[in-house]
């Protein structure tokens, strides 16, 4: 546990330092920056757990298959597909339930596809994917500048009916979105599923070993398709969520959209793949997401450096073997 | 009609580029037994910094020169983690794509106050009118050819491999395997700046936000499609650029046809096609278990 704190706050100091010298080189007052994104970032706690509700589905989405040993970064074009299919139906049927429940499979299926391929042609995923990312990213363009533009805005979709939105639950003048709750709750079931649970066993041990796995009678490749569909099920529910509990539509250039399903594997990563977690890590990014975008109108610096600090935490990640040299050292 | 395919075929060999270059450099690496799955970040980031450099020389020869050395610091960074590190070289590749898509964008907003794209920069011209051939595709071609020569022909080339498929038996042959893998990391990143800075200085002529498009991972594909041969990869890499020629070709000459259509939203449509061949292909056609035995392990000296 101590190891693992170490090797989290390290990789954030790290990062934030690097981001830092990068900002004074490029002409910026940097602890300036810095400050109106921690400040701005915590500023508003019920725009913070909205924000934090799409990252921890996400999030999930690239750790279940992960303790598995499949990368399943995906979770962008799964996010994007979940959010489609659950506009589509809320704004046909107006039923948020069912809404929700086609987002989850249209995530889950391309996920299947994803596994699928990988499991019985060997194809690796990180290559389906991502192709599978920019054919998406590509067809909801399509299909929201075409058929599903507002007719009186047609910058952005058809939206959410009011009946089938998700709303806020106000406790002594703290209001909270209900999407947020949902997430906190999915997480925890995901848990028990992976920690508690005999399916949850045989996945883990999958991923430390696939031998090992096929000599205690456990099939590794059903617990990868399990696995991936899960996963991209969490994505699909992340990209349902927003639409029903934050942005109500989609804009025609998607940049509500664009870049959850990276940005959860961050918070995957630096949630060391736990679902617990990964709860903390989202709201931490959600608070450098916020914040970034608080720099931008302030001090006109990019939300992109969220990006690259985000970038920056998971590279240092990649290598626990710092935080060891580091500590021989001391 | 015939018109038509001379003109997709040159659009092909002009997209080709730098996929070649890109999964001929990720072979080398992968050969030596490691991956670098960076290489969409690596053609943002040179691809960006070759736009900075020619835009402030007026030279596109030193943006090609830049890219080239922002490839190599990118290869320095990824080999030193995966090979002196013992790192996890997906999750490495995958930070460094989201790093390099940040810093590139800040970059491009950061000189010249635009959230989409640079002004144009000089470019390398293309000859051999009326097709369009950029001098780097000999070179591009050469470069294949040679590591295709120097990988299977000669002995530095095997004891490469022999890092990649036995890291144990190489050391025993007194190779000295963290070395080779790191060279082989840094050599193939350096390709692949090249290719990233072609897409500016010899193909686009700016830099813009989603320049690269996928294309470091449809490079991917192309590595595993070939079975780690740099001399298939220039097929490969070939058909993968008709396909991009093809969405880009077929929108314009649908307008030609029906004036009348929304080409925007139409265009769309057309840029699926690329990944959707990639999928179809690796799906189909690929055999697995050509991979290099020890791809994507740490080596640990005893």
Not at chain 2, 139 to 165: V, Y
Request: include cysteine.
């Amino acid at each position: 546990m101590r190891k693992i704190v170490l090797e989290v706050s390290l990789s954030i100091i790290l990062s934030f330092l690097i981001g830092y010298i990068m900002l004074i080189l490029m002409g910026y007052d940097a602890t300036r920056v810095f400050s109106i994104v921690i400040r701005e970032g915590l500023s508003n706690p019920t725009y913070l757990m909205m924000r934090s509700t799409p990252l921890i589905l996400t999030a999930l989405a690239f750790s279940i298959p992960s303790s598995v040993g499949v990368f399943n970064i995906g979770g962008e074009g799964q996010f994007y597909l979940g959010a489609l299919a659950s506009l589509i139906i809320a704004y046909t049927t107006g039923n948020s339930l069912l809404s929700t429940i086609t987002g989850m499979a249209a995530g889950g299926l391309l996920s299947a596809l994803i596994a699928v391929i990988k499991v019985k042609r060997g194809v690796n995923e990180v290559v389906t994917s991502i192709m599978f990312n920019w054919m998406i990213y590509f067809s909801l363009l399509y299909l929201i500048s075409t058929y599903l533009f507002d007719p009186l805005m047609p910058y952005q979709s058809v939206s959410v009916p009011k009946n089938a939105r998700i709303e806020y639950l106000t406790i002594q003048s703290v209001s909270i979105p209900m999407i947020f709750p949902i997430a906190v709750l999915t997480s925890l079931a995901m848990y028990f599923l992976m920690y508690h649970s005999a399916l949850g066993y045989r996945m883990r041990v999958v991923g430390i070993s696939p031998k090992a796995a096929r000599y205690a009678g456990f099939d590794p490749e059903s617990s990868i398709i399990i696995s991936m569909i899960i996963g991209g099920a969490m994505s699909g529910l992340g990209g349902s969520l927003l639409i029903l509990g934050h942005t109500h539509t989609i804009d025609s250039t998607m940049s509500g959209l664009y870049g959850m399903g990276f940005a959860g594997i961050g918070a995957g990563l630096l949630g060391r793949n736990n679902p617990i977690g990964i709860i903390f890590s989202s709201i931490f990014l959600s608070m450098l997401l916020i914040g970034g975008e608080a720099a931008e109108l302030r001090a006109r610096v990019p939300t992109e450096l969220a990006d690259t600090l985000i970038g920056m935490i998971v590279i240092v990640l990649s290598a626990p073997y710092i935080v060891r040299i580091l500590r021989v050292r001391r | 009609m015939i018109e038509d395919i001379i003109s997709l075929t040159s659009q092909a060999l002009v997209a080709m580029i730098p996929l070649l270059l890109a999964s001929v450099g990720e072979i080398v690496t992968e050969r030596s037994g490691v991956v670098n799955i960076g290489l969409e970040g690596i053609l943002i980031l040179s691809a960006f910094i070759s736009s900075l450099v020619t835009f402030s020389t007026n030279d596109p020869y030193l943006g090609l020169l830049a890219g080239a050395l922002s490839g190599l610091s990118a290869g320095l960074l990824h080999g030193f983690i995966s090979v002196y590190l013992r790192g996890d070289q997906i999750i490495a590749g995958v930070g460094f794509n989201t790093f390099a898509y940040g810093i590139s964008i800040l970059g491009l907003i950061n000189t010249w106050g635009h959230h989409g794209a640079s002004p144009m920069v000089s470019k390398i011209p293309f000859f051999g009118a009326p097709l369009y051939i950029s001098p780097l595709l000999p070179i591009a071609l050469i470069i294949a050819i040679t590591c295709w020569f120097w990988l299977f022909r000669t002995s530095s080339g095997l004891r490469l491999r022999a890092c990649g498929e036995d890291p144990r038996a190489a050391e025993a042959m007194g190779v000295n395997v963290l070395r080779m893998r790191f060279l082989a990391t840094v050599l193939g990143a350096t390709l692949t700046g090249i290719g990233g800075a072609y897409i500016v200085v010899g193909w686009i002529g700016q830099f813009t936000r989603h320049i690269s498009a996928g294309r470091g991972f449809i490079a991917l594909a192309i590595v595993a499609l070939s079975g780690w041969n740099p001399a298939l990869s220039i097929a490969g890499s070939f058909i993968f650029g008709f396909f991009d020629a093809i969405s880009l070709y077929l929108p314009v000459k649908i307008q030609l046809i029906n004036p009348g259509l929304n080409l925007t939203s139409l265009s769309y449509v057309f840029r699926i096609i690329p990944y959707l061949g990639v999928l179809i292909i690796v799906s189909f056609f690929f055999r697995r278990g050509r991979a290099p035995r020890d791809l994507g392990r740490p080596y640990i000296k005893e």
